[in-house]
């Protein structure tokens, strides 16, 4: 059975991220869009690095930032993996091209099958192979850093049925995401990863231990069931 990558973002101080990395999750986000509210500084976000196990892959967040600070804050951390949130081109993915790069996309029924050809046209005019992965984001609201709104699951299990996904970087389901739903998300759309934020905090900004476990338990789960007979 393959196995469901899972990023725990939001991530404020050095506790949360080693809890992520006791149950098992593979990456976690640090959020430096200077409007969030989950947003960190340099300095904090050295205190979760050295607090990070190995082989738990940190991941800085952006939105609509110059490509100048995105590269000084990733090479002040020493990070390799950055996630855009924003309406950023694919020429701004182009010139992060030393780092691996995932976009943030919001899974809207009426504009996510253009979107997906748009960045297929430039993947590969550009050489885009730097950008690894789609983040599918809730099509309401502009939170940065989780939105706590349950995706439109339907909509994209509809883009997977038509092909909309073929040719393209990996699929990491976000957006209202919590353990009583992730394995029902896992088993309809079958992600390579899933994204969760608010749905794993005690309060705003604080993760929670026992619901980061009953996430990744959730994932887990979700993980032993084959995938059903013409699903996408």
């Not at 309401?140 to 349950?150: F, K, N, P, S």
Request: aromatic letters at 6%; a negative charge.
């Amino acid at each position: 059975m393959p196995r469901t990558r899972i990023k725990i973002c939001g991530v404020r101080q050095p506790q949360d991220a080693i809890a992520a990395a006791r149950a098992g999750a593979d990456a976690i986000g640090m959020v430096f869009y200077p409007q969030a509210k989950r947003r960190i500084s340099i300095e904090v976000a050295r205190q979760i690095l050295h607090a990070l196990p190995a082989f738990v892959t940190p991941v800085a967040l952006f939105v609509d930032q110059e490509v100048d600070e995105i590269l000084h804050v990733a090479s002040s951390l020493r990070i390799r993996h950055v996630q855009l949130h924003g309406h950023e081109t694919p020429p701004t993915v182009a010139a992060l091209r030393e780092l691996t790069v995932l976009k943030a996309l919001r899974a809207s029924r009426q504009t996510l099958a253009a979107e997906l050809d748009l960045w297929r046209e430039s993947r590969e005019s550009l050489d885009l192979a730097h950008l690894q992965g789609f983040v599918l984001e809730t099509p309401a609201g502009a939170a940065v850093g989780g939105t706590g709104v349950e995706n439109d699951w339907e909509a994209i299990a509809a883009a997977q049925r038509s092909g909309a996904f073929d040719g393209l970087p990996s699929i990491i389901a976000a957006g209202g995401l919590r353990p009583e739903n992730v394995g029902e998300v896992i088993r309809r759309i079958r992600p390579y990863a899933v994204d969760v934020s608010s749905g794993v905090e005690a309060a705003f900004g604080e993760k929670s231990a026992e619901m980061i476990d009953a996430f990744v338990a959730a994932v887990r789960g979700a993980d032993q069931y084959p995938t059903p007979q013409g699903s996408a």
